[in-house]
């Protein structure tokens, strides 16, 4: 054995001790052994310093040598019982519970006989060294969903059109919305994240793209009396919306002080200090980059507009789950990420992997990869901060919704990190406590009283699927996917939401017409080979589900409500079924992979108001056949 193979061997073992992936398989179906270079950048990123692969037989002393002193910085109880792990076992200490209770240890022991309660608790060790434990007491199943909610509507709420709609659609019109549809036999009404995005002189309308998880975007509130009419055009114009609402707000509104919390205060600073500094924080003055905000880095106009917005959302939002008393309930979109310019970045700087953005690595429908651009959570900083931000940023939208959709629930399991410069095709996957993540989902859906669906679609881990079965949490079954798949759909099973698309896949109607593949081949995705092949692959996936409903694709609108009699007469706890879907829409709201420059994605309207689809035969009889298959009463209308 050469140095060479010694120090390579080293440096993989260090990878994969840190949770690295040194070799997996792409959606090709093709073996990866990820390089140095990546493996190295990525081991740097997780706190391990290492410049060659020369180094990593020191690091990973160094490593071991600390992980052997080390106590676990987070334990669970499931169901409120404690089992302390090896390293805490015959400890003394205490567990000082939420409620302010302390239970003594002796011995590693909690004398009590009762389990803890749900919640996150401190397990404080009287040691040579004192350490404290994040205990995660959470429920095995997560908060059921109620069997009498069978189905409902999906749509992105900025693109929904009323007559009374202005530039974007606001909570007036989500409420209008959502008594047309639970009218109708509707339980939920699912919508895409509601979180904030960029808004100014280079709009960032994808949701999926967050100021932060951690607030609501004010661009949807109602603006009541001072609602401005905008002419609408092709494009939903985000920066008028933002204009109106900051019209509406105006310079004389002061924000509540009974109502503004530490976290808020420091949100609206924050989006001062960009309003003054710009929005890349990175290139701040250093005590501003470090999180010190003196008063000359923040515009007060600024700072004063997100407080009183981020109140005024708050308010509406609550007054319309009041007004609607769960019928239907909310189905709100918790993203996997946030945006590197936003508050969450920067007001956690510790917890996010710098110099490392997120994707995905090559797979049938990207053959390049992909680069979501965002920072990926540091896994031990997360454990470290008990998954504090992670909790917080999921009882943000339970507070509120009835359903909670988790994007790209494999993150609980391993995200693909790609280092800054890197190709995409030429990162690795990055391992994150599974256990540990799905407790604190558990926990708060159970705090909330909220069904969690995990969006687990694309290349799935094992563990995830086996986890969601474990703690009762519906996965996703998408009619297109299962149909490209598969030889045969069998349609979905009862641990499964069913959907016939995504916001990241084509109507039904664009799906059978091979839009999304021309739009790609039109902006270089694919190019002719690549093409052909997708337009065979997709005329065989419609085939398939042709045969499944037993009907033909052309006429699609039958084609839609076989889809919908299927769907719904399956063994499928909750069906969705998105709006445009219902007038057989043909663009896209998103095609993945595509920049603002190149398609309009985010930015599409509706092609009709809500009036027109309400007074529509044709959408009221597609929305019949899924109630009647579901078995729900419809309502009047």
């Not at 004010?218 to 109106?244: K, M, N, S, V, Y």
């Not at 909310?330 to 110099?355: E, M």
């Not at 992909?370 to 998954?387: C, E, K, R, V, Y």
């Not at 800054?420 to 256990?435: F, I, K, N, R």
């Amino acid at each position: 054995m050469t140095a060479f193979d010694t120090s390579a061997q080293a440096l993989r073992r260090l990878a994969e001790t840190l949770g690295v992936a040194t070799e997996f398989v792409d959606g090709l179906g093709r073996t990866v052994r990820p390089g140095d270079d990546t493996l190295i950048a990525v081991c740097n990123a997780l706190g391990s310093p290492v410049t060659s692969p020369t180094d990593a037989a020191a690091a990973l002393e160094a490593h071991q040598a600390a992980r052997q002193q080390d106590v676990p910085p987070v334990v669970v109880a499931w169901d409120g019982r404690l089992e302390l792990p090896p390293p805490l076992q015959a400890a003394d200490g205490e567990i000082r519970l939420e409620s302010g209770e302390v239970r003594t240890l002796d011995g590693g022991v909690d004398p009590s006989s009762t389990p803890l309660p749900i919640g996150y608790h401190a397990l404080v060790l009287e040691r040579a060294r004192a350490a404290t434990v994040t205990v995660i007491s959470a429920p095995v199943r997560s908060f059921p969903l109620d069997p009498s909610v069978r189905w409902g509507v999906g749509a992105q709420l900025a693109a929904v059109r009323t007559e009374r709609s202005r530039s974007i659609a606001d909570l007036q019109d989500l409420l209008a919305l959502a008594r047309w549809s639970a009218d109708r036999g509707s339980a939920v009404v699912s919508l895409l994240p509601l979180l904030p995005t960029f808004n100014g002189a280079s709009p960032e309308p994808s949701p999926y793209s967050p100021v932060s998880r951690l607030f609501w975007s004010e661009l949807h509130l109602d603006l009541g009396d001072a609602h401005r009419p905008t002419h609408i055009g092709d494009l939903l114009d985000f920066g008028a919306a933002d204009r109106e609402v900051r019209h509406a707000l105006g310079p004389d509104r002061s924000p509540d002080p009974d109502q503004i919390d530490p976290e808020l205060a420091r949100y609206a600073r924050f989006r001062g200090a960009q309003a003054r500094l710009g929005r890349a924080w990175m290139t701040w003055p250093d005590a501003a980059r470090r999180g010190v905000l003196d008063d000359g880095h923040v515009d007060p106009d600024e700072e004063r507009f997100h407080l009183v917005a981020q109140q005024e959302m708050r308010s509406q939002l609550a007054s319309l789950t009041s007004s609607l008393d769960g019928s239907p309930l909310l189905g709100l979109d918790l993203a996997v990420g946030v945006h590197p310019d936003g508050y969450d970045v920067w007001s956690r700087q510790g917890l996010f992997a710098a110099g490392m953005s997120v994707g995905a690595p090559p797979d049938a429908g990207f053959p390049s990869g992909q680069n979501w651009g965002f920072p990926p959570i540091l896994p031990g900083a997360s454990q470290t901060d008990g998954h504090r931000y992670l909790a917080g940023s999921i009882a943000h939208q339970a507070r509120l919704a009835g359903v909670l959709r988790i994007d790209h629930v494999m993150a609980l399991r391993r995200l693909y990190w790609i280092p800054s410069g890197a190709g995409l095709a030429d990162g690795t996957y990055v391992q994150y406590p599974l256990e540990e993540l799905f407790a604190v989902v558990c926990v708060e859906s159970h705090r909330h009283r909220c069904a969690i669906v995990g969006e687990n679609l694309g290349t799935v881990p094992p563990e995830i699927d086996t986890g969601l079965a474990l703690h009762g949490i519906l996965g996703m079954y998408l009619a297109q996917f299962e149909a490209g798949e598969t030889p045969n759909p069998t349609g979905p099973v009862a641990t499964e939401a069913a959907l016939i698309n995504t916001h990241d896949t084509p109507s039904l109607a664009g799906w059978v017409d091979e839009v999304d593949v021309r739009e790609r081949l039109l902006v270089g995705l694919l190019d002719e080979t690549g093409a052909a092949k997708e337009w065979t692959s997709r005329r065989q996936a419609v085939a398939r589900l042709v045969r499944a409903v037993g009907v033909p694709s052309d006429p699609v609108g039958p084609f839609l409500e076989a889809v919908l009699d299927w769907l719904g007469a399956s063994a499928s706890p909750l069906v969705s079924v998105a709006m445009e879907d219902l007038w057989l829409e043909s663009q896209p709201v998103n095609i993945p992979g595509t920049a603002s420059d190149q398609r309009a994605n985010w930015r599409r309207p509706w092609s009709r108001t809500l009036d027109d689809v309400a007074a529509d035969p044709a959408v009221v009889e597609r929305l019949r056949h899924l109630a009647v298959a579901r078995g729900r009463p419809v309502g009047r209308g």
